[in-house]
T-cell receptor, first 112, second 115 residues
Framework: DAKTTQPPSMDCAEGRAANLPCNHSTISGNEYVYWYRQIHSQGPQYIIHGLKNNETNEMASLIITEDRKSSTLILPHATLRDTAVYYCIGADYGGATNKLIFGTGTLLAVQP | NAGVTQTPKFRILKIGQSMTLQCAQDMNHNYMYWYRQDPGMGLKLIYYSVGAGITDKGEVPNGYNVSRSTTEDFPLRLELAAPSQTSVYFC??????????????FGPGTRLTVL
């Protein structure tokens, strides 16, 4: 599983876009980039995942660089409820176990 | 669907006591997982199961046991509780790999304190 590096914390103003970076320079060709978030004391929540193309769903957009060494999660209009720890994880989608290795993530604080 | 449910929500154990953390899912997922999360840290995988009757160790299995007799249930057993097992425990499930993947679904957690 790829090791990922994220900043420990970030601030964002309410209503603005939150851009959360992740470095995964050791990611292998068959590993997807997954993003989860964990709101205080709750279980993690899946946000989005991608391999090499940019992805968008109702929660967020995921931009992956062409060399796949880094990615950015974009929350287009952050709200106070988006305050959470965001985890970037490299995992083998086609693997036999779907195992996830969590790091310490980025604490995103959305400010009013 | 109730999703992933965990009981109890909170528990205090004395050193050396044993207990079972219950986890159930009603989404017919084959894959189930147990994680622990220590304060300020990310989640660490304890055990996982890819189907009924099949379990395997994760990163931190020592001091724990699991069983998977049905698709729905995946209990985690602590035999001799130690203070180092004070943590929040999360159970998760996911569909079989190769299908449309919405990631792992997590339960609300069990907060365990060992004194």
């Amino acid at each position: 599983d790829a090791k990922t590096t994220q900043p420990p914390s970030m601030d964002c103003a309410e209503g603005r876009a939150a851009n959360l970076p992740c470095n995964h320079s050791t990611i292998s060709g068959n590993e997807y980039v997954y993003w989860y978030r964990q709101i205080h004391s709750q279980g993690p929540q899946y946000i989005i995942h991608g391999l090499k193309n940019n992805e968008t769903n109702e929660m967020a957009s995921l931009i992956i660089t062409e060399d796949r060494k880094s990615s950015t999660l974009i929350l287009p209009h952050a709200t106070l409820r988006d305050t959470a720890v965001y985890y970037c994880i490299g995992a083998d989608y086609g693997g036999a176990t779907n195992k996830l290795i969590f790091g310490t993530g980025t604490l995103l604080a959305v400010q009013p | 669907n109730a999703g992933v449910t965990q009981t109890p929500k909170f528990r205090i154990l004395k050193i050396g006591q044993s207990m079972t953390l219950q986890c159930a899912q009603d989404m017919n997922h084959n894959y189930m997982y147990w994680y622990r999360q220590d304060p300020g840290m990310g989640l660490k995988l304890i055990y996982y199961s890819v189907g009924a009757g099949i379990t395997d160790k994760g990163e931190v299995p020592n001091g724990y046991n699991v069983s998977r007799s049905t698709t729905e249930d995946f209990p985690l057993r602590l035999e001799l509780a130690a203070p180092s097992q004070t943590s929040v425990y999360f159970c998760a499930s996911s569909p079989t790999t190769g299908t449309s993947n919405l990631g792992q679904f997590f339960g609300p957690g069990t907060r365990l304190t060992v004194l």
